[in-house]
């Protein structure tokens, strides 16, 4: 069985521009969106100056075909109260040149992408290392026979209890949960997607 969702519309009180988006579950949960300018007129005006609102309850692929009709790239182009920075639907990733210059402005703003030492980590995981084959053969032959103690094992596991299901639509990853935040910016959220064969 699909997992239930909703649609949800978070409007500022104060100016009335609003972002529309698709959370999974019955219940918001503490959840307020995941965009860039959303986030930053939070920031600016308060939480207590927002609403959150549920449109409409279904299964995940229901309401994002919902969430494809309503944010539209017209709509996010032409309509200065919207929020979004993306087209709604699976992925979300319509996304116009104009769009992308704002998304660009918005990001450059944003200290978390100021923080060079936190770019050059991400940068360096994400080209990873490549290994001679002597030196892979180096690091094999050193893991053969290596047996780890209880705690050890218990520590592992201790930390993988502590890992969180996120995904953006289309991908699921396990993170620590102090990493949320980070992943929210990139339109991650909380749950894991359920594929099924169907068979026939």
């Known amino acids: 069985m699909e997992q239930v969702a909703h649609l949800y519309r978070i409007e500022n009180k104060t100016n ?22 959303l986030n930053y007129s939070i920031k600016k005006y308060g939480i207590e100056n927002f609403t959150y609102t549920i449109l409409c309850y279904g299964t995940e692929s229901y309401i994002y075909e919902l969430e494809k009709k309503l944010v539209t ?15 709604g639907g699976f992925g979300g990733s319509e996304i116009t040149e104009s769009t992308k210059l704002k998304l660009s402005k918005a990001k450059k703003r944003h200290s978390m992408y100021k923080n060079i030492e ?15 084959e002597e ?19 218990k520590n592992r596991i201790d930390k993988i ?26 339109g991650f959220v909380r749950g894991q997607i359920i594929k099924r064969k169907i068979n026939g």
């Not at 030196?135 to 094992?153: L, P």
């Not at 299901?165 to 929210?184: A, T």
């Open 16 to 37: 009335g521009k609003y972002y529309i988006g698709k959370h999974n579950g019955w219940e918001q949960n503490g959840y307020w969106g995941s965009g860039l300018k």
């Open 73 to 87: 790239l017209e709509l996010i182009e032409n309509d200065e109260k919207c929020l979004n920075l993306m087209a």
């Open 118 to 132: 936190r770019n050059e980590k991400i940068r360096n995981a994400l080209l990873g290392t490549k290994l001679s």
């Open 135 to 153: 030196r892979k053969e180096k690091i094999r032959q050193k893991a053969i026979g290596r047996k780890q103690s209880k705690e050890q094992i």
């Open 161 to 186: 209890k502590q890992l969180i299901w996120i995904n953006n639509g289309s991908i699921n990853y396990r993170i620590l949960p102090n990493l949320f935040e980070e992943y929210k910016e990139q």
